[in-house]
């Protein structure tokens, strides 16, 4: 019989040797470096409100581990609490002994226990946590960009952020994050840690005495032979107004002189646009004639774990004007409990629950349903690509404008 529970200090060298096991890339292996990590955990554990460890036991031994967020996020300008799950590791010595999978299962259970909607992660196989329920978000899109092709206009409100900028610079999070689907809210603690790292620098935007933007970045070498090559990297890119973005791409812009590549992580799949040259430096070409202008990844996910309850926390929720009567048919086989069927009703984009009547019903898996839910899909393309059912092809275009969303989710809350 196993049993989860939160951990105490006394439970972090097991913590550590399970995580350093699972996860040798992070490079803990000495005494000093695992007393080190553990005080980083301890620390975590007794400051930041929004993150606690637990670990499964079988026999009072610790076979696997994980790390549970309490987060609010904007979803479609309403705030909400999820739930979000990381550092999930097992024993080396008990891998494929479900440990992962009762983990995952207590996880989810939990969320649905405490009214939490919707769960979120990072997975580190794709196939894994889909088979679990987990839809796929935005896509990541990462750009190594010549700075001379950032637009040219004016920076006279840029400056190097102050000690005395810190609460500054994360109240501008805040109203990005408020103005932003999917944005999480970023608590002291968490603030902290991204404003206190020694290796970053930070210029801001300022509107008299307010900061309307930032940007958090590093430098990194090019090149082994030359230490004039250096890139750019930035780590937080946030605006609040045209005027402050404008003006931190003339600071990009500027460094032409000394910077090789700005490298870029962005989730606006229009991003192209800006550049006067978008391309990479690969020049790879994909046929007939496309010039290679990023990479992009799979990575941020959700799981709605209470699919007929997520309408009613979003009853005052307007998609899109729609009236429409509309039966959903959820497949969840990790979490039984979340399957079945429930009919909506939409009466000018507002959803309420109705009786058996419907002009339609869809049929879909709840990782494609959580996809479609955020708007990080449409439905259009998972109906064109066999991956939801629907009664009546006449409603296909119907359904697709229910959970059309302006602007794809995005997040920047790393866990």
Same mark, same amino acid.
């Given at each position: 019989?196993?049993?989860?529970?939160?951990?105490?200090?006394?439970?972090?060298?097991?913590?550590?040797?399970?995580?350093?096991? !699972?996860?040798?890339?992070?490079? &803990?292996?000495?005494?000093?470096?695992?007393?080190?990590?553990?005080?980083?955990?301890?620390?975590?554990?007794?400051?930041?409100?929004?993150?606690?460890? =637990?670990?499964?036991?079988?026999?009072?031994?610790?076979?696997?581990?994980?790390? &549970?967020?309490?987060?609010?996020?904007?979803?479609?300008?309403?705030?909400?609490?999820?739930?979000?799950?990381?550092?999930?590791?097992?024993?080396?010595?008990?891998?494929?002994?479900?440990?992962?999978?009762?983990?995952?299962?207590?996880?989810?259970?939990?969320?649905?226990?405490?009214?939490?909607?919707?769960?979120?992660?990072?997975?580190?196989?794709?196939?894994?946590?889909?088979?679990?329920?987990?839809? @796929?978000?935005?896509?990541?899109?990462?750009?190594?960009?010549?700075?001379?092709?950032?637009?040219?206009?004016?920076?006279?409100?840029?400056? %190097?952020?102050?000690?005395?900028?810190?609460?500054?610079?994360?109240?501008?999070?805040?109203?990005? !994050?408020?103005?932003?689907?999917?944005?999480?809210?970023?608590?002291?603690? /968490?603030?902290?840690?991204?404003?206190?790292?020694?290796?970053?620098?930070?210029?801001?935007?300022?509107?008299?005495?307010?900061?309307?933007? @930032?940007?958090? =970045?590093? %430098?990194?070498?090019?090149?082994?032979?030359?230490?004039?090559?250096?890139?750019?990297?930035?780590?937080?890119?946030?605006?609040?107004?045209?005027? !402050?973005?404008?003006?931190?791409?003339?600071?990009?812009?500027?460094?032409?002189?000394?910077?090789?590549?700005?490298?870029?992580?962005?989730?606006?799949?229009?991003?192209? @646009?800006?550049?006067?040259?978008?391309?990479?430096?690969?020049?790879?070409?994909?046929?007939?004639? %496309?010039?290679?202008?990023?990479?992009?990844?799979?990575?941020?996910?959700?799981?709605?774990?209470?699919?007929?309850?997520?309408?009613?926390?979003?009853?005052?929720?307007?998609?899109?004007?729609?009236?429409?009567?509309?039966? &959903?048919?959820?497949?969840?086989?990790?979490?039984?409990? /979340? #399957?079945?069927?429930?009919?909506?009703? =939409?009466?000018?984009?507002? #959803?309420? %629950?109705?009786?058996?009547?419907?002009?339609?019903?869809?049929?879909?898996?709840?990782?494609?349903?959580?996809?479609?839910?955020?708007?990080?899909? /449409?439905?259009?393309?998972?109906?064109?690509?066999?991956?939801?059912? &629907?009664?009546?092809?006449?409603?296909?275009?119907?359904?697709?404008?229910?959970?059309?969303?302006?602007?794809?989710?995005?997040?920047?809350?790393?866990?």
């Amino acid at each position: 019989m196993s049993e989860i529970k939160k951990l105490s200090a006394n439970n972090f060298d097991e913590l550590i040797n399970i995580l350093s096991g !699972a996860y040798p890339g992070i490079g &803990i292996s000495t005494p000093e470096q695992k007393e080190k990590f553990r005080e980083k955990l301890i620390k975590i554990q007794n400051e930041d409100l929004t993150t606690q460890y =637990f670990g499964l036991f079988r026999n009072k031994k610790m076979l696997g581990v994980m790390r &549970i967020h309490d987060y609010t996020m904007n979803v479609f300008s309403q705030k909400i609490e999820v739930a979000g799950i990381g550092s999930v590791a097992v024993d080396l010595v008990h891998k494929k002994e479900k440990v992962c999978k009762e983990m995952l299962f207590w996880f989810l259970e939990n969320c649905r226990q405490n009214d939490k909607k919707i769960a979120i992660l990072y997975p580190f196989r794709l196939n894994f946590y889909e088979k679990m329920g987990f839809g @796929y978000g935005t896509k990541m899109n990462q750009y190594k960009i010549k700075p001379a092709a950032f637009p040219n206009t004016s920076k006279k409100n840029i400056e %190097f952020a102050s000690s005395e900028d810190k609460e500054k610079v994360e109240k501008c999070y805040a109203k990005f !994050a408020s103005e932003n689907h999917g944005m999480i809210e970023r608590t002291p603690f /968490n603030f902290q840690r991204v404003f206190g790292n020694p290796e970053s620098k930070i210029v801001v935007c300022r509107d008299g005495n307010e900061v309307s933007g @930032y940007i958090i =970045f590093s %430098f990194k070498s090019q090149s082994t032979d030359s230490f004039l090559l250096n890139n750019l990297v930035i780590h937080e890119f946030v605006y609040t107004t045209r005027e !402050a973005f404008g003006e931190l791409c003339t600071f990009l812009h500027s460094q032409a002189d000394q910077v090789h590549r700005v490298v870029l992580n962005t989730q606006d799949e229009n991003f192209h @646009y800006l550049l006067s040259d978008a391309s990479n430096g690969t020049n790879n070409l994909l046929p007939h004639v %496309f010039h290679e202008s990023n990479v992009s990844g799979i990575g941020f996910a959700y799981k709605i774990v209470d699919a007929r309850g997520i309408f009613e926390t979003f009853k005052n929720h307007n998609f899109n004007d729609q009236t429409f009567r509309l039966k &959903i048919t959820i497949k969840d086989s990790f979490t039984p409990e /979340n #399957a079945g069927s429930f009919v909506i009703h =939409f009466k000018n984009g507002f #959803a309420s %629950f109705g009786k058996q009547d419907f002009e339609a019903e869809i049929i879909l898996d709840v990782s494609h349903f959580s996809s479609l839910f955020v708007g990080a899909v /449409n439905f259009n393309s998972l109906y064109s690509f066999n991956l939801a059912e &629907i009664s009546d092809f006449a409603f296909v275009s119907k359904v697709n404008k229910i959970f059309q969303v302006a602007k794809k989710p995005v997040c920047f809350t790393a866990f």
